[in-house]
């Protein structure tokens, strides 16, 4: 009985220590090319190919969960999940309240789109998805900011007349204009904005973060993380 007991615990052990190194890897799942859900209702997209050679790489089993952007911080606070992988550019602001590993896209422009080229960007109606540092430009632009759930959204509401322009990361809106038939457009120049698209985690998984950095490291250095950039983002995308 005795060794069924100390068996029993061995494999209660070893179970929880397995379920210990199962990472949970948060994403919006509606932002292409980053993250979005397929055609077989499975996330896809740039992110998902880097998490999953990341987890790979630090020895981790992984899986992934969808969450709604504007919820994407609190429930990784909660711990409903143990990453952020979803687009997400390193700030001052949100490094305040998680930590970040070190960039795996770096900083890009962000650019307005509209419907025509006579948009008013500092006094029209800007709309932006909530809780992005492209509404933070707007609101302090002294443009009016429309702000919605989702990136779809925006788009929306420039289509509609609800909003004059949006400001969104511009390798997103590049698929979006050249497959609007002139519908839409960029309007204005870029803008630089964040300090390039890092992993979120909480701030006291720092071994976790170090796994994760040192992936990312290892990317960089054998070319493998530029090849993932240029298969989604096209030849002409910033690199390492």
Known sequence: MKKLIIGAAALALSASMAMAETVRMGTEGAY???????DAGEIDGFEREVGDELCKRAGLTCEWVKN??????????SSNYDTI?????????RDKVIDFTQDYYPPTASAYVGVSDDVDLMNGMIAAQTATIQAAH?????????????????????RNG?????????????????DSAGALMFVGDPVPLGGGVGMGLRESDTELRDKFDAAITSMKADGSLNELLKKWFGEDTATY
Do not use: C, H, K, Q
């Not at 292409?32 to 397929?38: A, C, R, S």
């Not at 707007?138 to 420039?158: D, K």
């Open 85 to 93: 992988i979803a687009g997400m550019s390193i700030t001052d602001e």
């Open 162 to 178: 609800e909003a004059d322009a949006v400001l969104a990361d511009r390798d997103y809106l590049v698929p979006l204009v050249e």
């Open 138 to 158: 707007v609101a302090e632009s002294g443009a009016m900011l429309v702000e919605f759930a989702t990136p779809e959204e925006t788009l929306a509401a420039v």
């Open 68 to 77: 709604d952007w504007d919820s994407i911080i609190p429930n990784l606070v």
């Open 32 to 38: 292409p090319p980053y993250n979005f859900i397929n």
